[in-house]
């Protein structure tokens, strides 16, 4: 079945280092990728939209220069946290969907737990 | 963004059918209703979706009310590896986000 990948898995850096986390769809193109941030025993908070070839979609409240998206390939998307501080600290999900199927399900990736010292 | 309500937490025996509720009175004509469950310490996986026909797949049936505006989730014989948290979420017409609620956390005893 189609897979996606996100690595690191876990991460831990120091307060003011910016971290970048990788989301790639390993078998199938993904147009659109979405980024949601969960923290302990809350549900998933989208983050964003990210779009290949072009600016990501942030929610309302997601500062954009904090939190950079790149979507670089139909298969790679990133996220960068800048300048993170502890109340960064949290696990970190992407998820993708099949390219030009707008309602097929959502393929999500393991997650990614940082912490920031 | 159209809601949906669930129950905080369900519990089942193994082996027995577990029937899990959602209700989304403002689902609008063309939202696709999803589950999704999601396993501590992991990304969310995707269980079933549909729109208005009742669905089943390998891991779980859908049986959607005919107005739409609540379906059920039944799991026909849980394991203990079907303790998760469930979300019911309503996919966007032409946005296509899922914008994920609460869920039920569903506890399985042996």
């Known amino acids: 079945g189609a897979v996606v990948s996100q690595h690191p898995s876990r991460v831990i850096c120091k307060s003011g280092t910016s971290v970048k986390i990788e989301c790639r769809s390993l078998?199938?193109?993904?147009?659109?990728m979405f980024w949601y941030r969960q923290f302990p025993k809350k549900s998933l908070m989208l983050m964003a939209t990210?779009?290949?070839?072009?600016?990501?979609?942030?929610e309302q409240g997601v500062e954009k220069d904090k939190f950079l998206i790149n979507h670089a390939s139909l298969t790679l998307s990133t996220l960068t946290v800048t300048s993170a501080h502890p109340e960064d600290s949290s696990f970190y999900i992407c998820s993708a969907r099949f390219r030009g199927s707008y309602n097929s399900p959502l393929h999500f990736g393991n997650g990614t737990r940082l912490t920031v010292t | 963004d159209a809601k949906t309500t669930q129950p905080n937490s369900m519990e089942s025996n193994e082996e027995e059918p577990v029937h899990l509720p959602c209700n989304h009175s403002?689902?609008?004509?063309?939202?696709?209703i999803h589950w999704y469950r999601q396993l501590p310490s992991q990304g969310p996986e995707y269980v079933i979706h549909g729109l208005t026909s009742n669905v089943n797949n390998r891991m779980a049936s859908l049986a959607i009310a005919e107005d739409r505006k609540s379906s059920t989730l039944i799991l026909h014989r849980a394991t203990l590896r079907d303790a998760a948290v469930y979300y019911c979420?309503?996919?966007?017409?032409?946005?296509?986000?899922?914008?994920f609620g609460a869920g039920t956390i569903l506890r399985v005893k042996s």
């Open positions: 990210s779009n290949e070839g072009s600016k990501a979609t942030y």
């Open positions: 979420i309503l996919s966007m017409e032409y946005g296509n986000k899922l914008v």
């Open positions: 078998d199938f193109q993904a147009t659109t």
């Open positions: 403002t689902i609008s004509g063309t939202d696709y």
